[in-house]
């Protein structure tokens, strides 16, 4: 039987789990860098995400990590509704955005629109949500890993 502890505790966000293409960008994050995998080939140089081994467009199996400046615009954005996981209910209402990054605009990474780095996904309130509203890349550790989060640039 469990105890009253654990019976109350929320269970844990979900974290990434890296993939052989993939764990690059989670050790760049965790340096605090935001990097996006690019063909090595010299006729090619596509920037590509999600990572995977062979570029799409030139097939390619040449790949490098490039640093991004962060900065991005909101592309698309979600407020969950119930029925949510535990760990997410308990934050509800919070946002799920789409980011297109502003030095690669056809690269989208998806995360959470947050006052600070370590703020709880609920600290923006769903009505500031805006498409095309200007952030800027943060990074806070959830379970042990390094994921990044976005700020507006202009709160």
């Not at 009253?4 to 789990?17: E, F, S, V």
């Not at 029925?83 to 690669?104: C, T």
Request: aromatic share 8%; net charge neutral.
């Amino acid at each position: 039987m469990a105890d009253a502890t654990t019976a109350t505790t929320p269970a844990p966000l979900l974290t990434p789990t890296p993939d052989d293409d993939g764990t690059p960008f989670w050790h760049y994050a965790a340096r605090g860098e935001l990097r996006i995998q690019a063909c090595a080939a010299p006729h090619c140089a596509e920037l590509r995400f999600p990572p995977r081994p062979c570029c799409p467009h030139c097939q390619s199996f040449d790949s490098e990590w490039r640093r991004m400046s962060g900065h991005g615009r909101i592309w698309s954005y979600v407020v969950p509704h119930p029925p949510l996981l535990p760990a997410y209910a308990a934050q509800a209402p919070y946002n799920a955005i789409v980011v297109e990054l502003a030095d690669a605009p056809h690269i989208r990474l998806v995360g959470n629109l947050v006052t600070a780095p370590d703020a709880p996904l609920n600290s923006v309130d769903p009505a500031r949500l805006r498409i095309g509203a200007k952030v800027q890349v943060v990074f806070a550790e959830v379970a042990g890993m390094t994921v990044p989060r976005w700020v507006l640039e202009r709160p």
